[in-house]
């Protein structure tokens, strides 16, 4: 919504258009349908689309546990998912980007600080950090960029009940330099920052309220 109150006109894709359509309410955002995992779904969604000036890839599975406890499937679900997915995102919508467009991808705090249960999300994550980096260098002059969230108010917590959220952002809001969790507006603003900034590439925006840190 960030980057349609900047006047840009909108494209959100996912698996469910119906509630895309429901979740963006606005004559300047059409929804479309894409899964990443799915090489035609996405060549489908590139030929519909035409050229395009930014892309932003936000998709994401994870595989949380000890290496006790995780799964190939689930491991290979979020590489396929998170890494494999955007890259084949690049390869068909790089070549409809225009002049001085850019590519956003999105990785996580877990690939720059290790903590127990999180073996799966961390190898994704940094998995994402290299690829924005290589994507910059072999599609270059087009910008790719990531952004790395940290613990984040958004419905990815709700598993753990209300007052297991409340009490796990608390006690994240009270160690973290920031003193606060973060919000979905902070991410927004470093996506647009990413989107916007025509002399910076390659580079993992950390949106983490300097959590790594401590």
Do not use: C
Request: no cysteine; hydrophobic share 45%.
């Amino acid at each position: 919504m960030l980057a349609r109150s900047e006047g840009a006109e909108v494209i959100v894709a996912g698996r469910n258009k119906a509630a895309l359509e429901q979740a963006y309410d606005d004559p300047g955002i059409t929804a479309d349908v894409v899964d990443v995992s799915d090489d035609e779904s996405i060549a489908e969604l590139a030929r519909r689309v035409g050229s395009l000036d930014h892309v932003v890839s936000t998709v994401s599975a994870r595989a949380r546990g000890t290496l006790a406890a995780l799964e190939r499937a689930s491991l290979a679900q979020s590489l396929d998912t998170k890494v494999l997915g955007p890259l084949m995102l690049a390869k068909a919508l790089a070549p409809r980007m225009n002049l001085g467009g850019s590519l956003v991808l999105f990785s996580g705090v877990n690939a720059f600080k290790v903590n127990v249960g999180y073996l799966g999300v961390a190898i994704t994550n940094g998995a994402v950090d290299y690829l924005t980096r290589s994507l910059a260098v072999e599609l270059a002059p087009l910008r790719v960029n990531a952004v790395s969230p940290g613990v984040i108010d958004t419905g990815a917590w709700d598993a753990l009940g209300e007052e297991g959220k409340q009490e796990f952002f608390a006690h994240t809001g009270s160690t973290n330099p920031a003193g606060r969790i973060g919000t979905v507006d902070d991410v927004a603003h470093a996506v647009l920052f990413a989107m916007t900034n025509s002399f910076m590439t390659g580079m993992t925006l950390k949106v983490d309220g300097g959590e790594p840190l401590v």
